[in-house]
C-alpha cells in the first residue's frame, strides 16, 4: 500500500498502520474498513493474510519486523517478544536466528494457527514492569530478555555469551539481571546465570585460581608454579597465573569479562609480549576451568607432552 492510498484510509486505521509497520489484526481492519473490504484486498492480492486473524497491508516479502507484528497480534492477549527477539529490537548485536520469541503468561491459552517460526514460551513470574510499557512492538524489558535468552540457549555456553554480551555492549547491568534472577526460583539454569553474572562482574577471580589447582589435581598434572614472576620480551615484569618451567608453558585464567576493547587487546598484547620472550601461552575462561575442565586438561597436557 503506497503512501498516496494511506491518504485515503481513515485516520485511525492509517495510524495503526503506521505504528504496527504496517500489520494488523483482522478485528481491527474490519472495524475501521468494514468486513468486506478486507475480504477484498485479501482476495485480490493487494494484502495477504500470513497466518489467521492477521493482515498484512501490502503483497511484498515479509521482514523481520514484519514476522515480529504478525507473531505478537497473532498470539493475543498478553503476548509479548521476548529473549533474543526482545533483546535485539533494543540493541543486542552478534546473535542471529530466524525464531520469533514469545512470552506469555502460563494461565493463557494461545491461538493454535500460529507461523512455524514462531516459538511461544510461558511463565508464570510476568508482572507489568518486566514489560516495557511503551517500546513497540510491545516486549519485555532488556534484562529480562536477557536472562530469559540465557535460559532458553540451545547450550551453555550460548546462555554464558549472550550475558557477557548484554554488558559488554551497555544494554544492562550485572545488578539489573540479578535483580531478574532473584525473581525467578525456577528458572531453568539458575545457577549457571547466577555464577556467570559473578564472572562478568569480575568476583570470581579467587574462586577461578581454586578451581585451576583441584584440575591439575583431578586430571593428573604437573603442579605448576603459581603466580609466577617473569621478565616479558621488554624486561617488564609478568605475574603469570601458572606456569610449567621445563615446558615452557604460561596458563592464565580470565576470571572476568572483558567489557571493552581496549582491556581485551591489553591482555592479547601481554600474551605476545610472553609469546616473543619464548614462552608458549594458553589463556582460558574461568567457566571453561570450572565447567569443561577435560578440555582445558587436554590443551594443557598437549603441550607438556610436547616439551617431552
Not at 500470513?50 to 505478537?72: I, K, M, N, Q
Not at 519485555?140 to 548484554?166: E, H, I, K, Q, Y
Not at 539458575?190 to 562482574?201: C, F, H, M, P, S
Amino acid at each position: 500500500m503506497s503512501v498516496r492510498d494511506d491518504e485515503k484510509l481513515p485516520v485511525r486505521f492509517a495510524a495503526l498502520l503506521q505504528r504496527q509497520s504496517h500489520v494488523v489484526s483482522v478485528a481491527d481492519a474490519v472495524s475501521c474498513l468494514g468486513r468486506a473490504h478486507v475480504r477484498w484486498m485479501v482476495a485480490s492480492g493487494q494484502w495477504q493474510r500470513p497466518c489467521r486473524g492477521v493482515v498484512v497491508t501490502f503483497s511484498g516479502p515479509l521482514a523481520r519486523e514484519h514476522d515480529e507484528w504478525v507473531a505478537v497480534l497473532a498470539a493475543g492477549r498478553s503476548a509479548v517478544l521476548a529473549g533474543l527477539s526482545a533483546a535485539r529490537l533494543d540493541g543486542l548485536a552478534g546473535f542471529g536466528g530466524q525464531q520469533v520469541h514469545l512470552l506469555v503468561p502460563a494461565s493463557r491459552r494461545v491461538r493454535r494457527h500460529l507461523p512455524p517460526d514462531v516459538l511461544v514460551h510461558r511463565s508464570r513470574v510476568l508482572p507489568p514492569d518486566s514489560v516495557h510499557p511503551l517500546r513497540l512492538p510491545t516486549r519485555t524489558r532488556p534484562a529480562r530478555s536477557l536472562v530469559d535468552a540465557a535460559s532458553w540457549m540451545g547450550t551453555d555456553n550460548g546462555a554464558r555469551a549472550v550475558l557477557a554480551a548484554g554488558v559488554q555492549q551497555r544494554l544492562v547491568r550485572v545488578e539489573d539481571l540479578r535483580a531478574v534472577l532473584d525473581s525467578r526460583p525456577a528458572l531453568r539454569r539458575r545457577r549457571l546465570i547466577a555464577v556467570t553474572l559473578g564472572d562478568i562482574a569480575g568476583g570470581a577471580e579467587a574462586l577461578s585460581e581454586l578451581d585451576f589447582c583441584r584440575l591439575t589435581r583431578r586430571f593428573g598434572l604437573p603442579e605448576p608454579d603459581r603466580q609466577a614472576f617473569r621478565p616479558d620480551a621488554d624486561g617488564r615484569k609478568r605475574w603469570l597465573d601458572a606456569y610449567w618451567d621445563r615446558a615452557r608453558l604460561v596458563a592464565e585464567v580470565d576470571g572476568r569479562w572483558h567489557m571493552d576493547a581496549h582491556a581485551w587487546w591489553a591482555d592479547m598484547r601481554r600474551d605476545n609480549d610472553l609469546t616473543v620472550s619464548g614462552l608458549r601461552v594458553l589463556r582460558f575462561p574461568a567457566f571453561a576451568v570450572r565447567d569443561q575442565p577435560e578440555i582445558v586438561a587436554a590443551q594443557i597436557r598437549a603441550v607438556l607432552g610436547d616439551a617431552r
